[in-house]
């Protein structure tokens, strides 16, 4: 299984500035500027589908984790839920 991941850490927030923006990056902006921590994981199942899980958590013990088969979906469906 091949896994990868994004987050809002320093370290993974470092980006080249000439490269455009995605949607799924501004939804992630938001959220944390919102206050959220967030992360994304993409693996390859067992079937060769790809699945990604993104997770959005605060220090209120507030929580969501969502599940789709594209990145974007996943950011839009964490935005929807807070």
Known sequence: MAVSG????????????????????IIADNLSRAGWSWGCVSAVGSHGRTIFVA????????????????????FVELESAN
Request: hydrophobic share 35%; proline share 5%; aromatic share 8%.
């Open 55 to 74: 997770d959005a958590h605060r220090d209120d013990r507030k929580r969501f984790v969502v599940r789709a088969d594209e990145k974007l979906a996943a």
């Open 6 to 25: 994004v987050g809002n850490t320093p370290m993974a927030r470092a980006t080249n500035s000439s490269t455009p923006v995605k949607y799924w990056e």
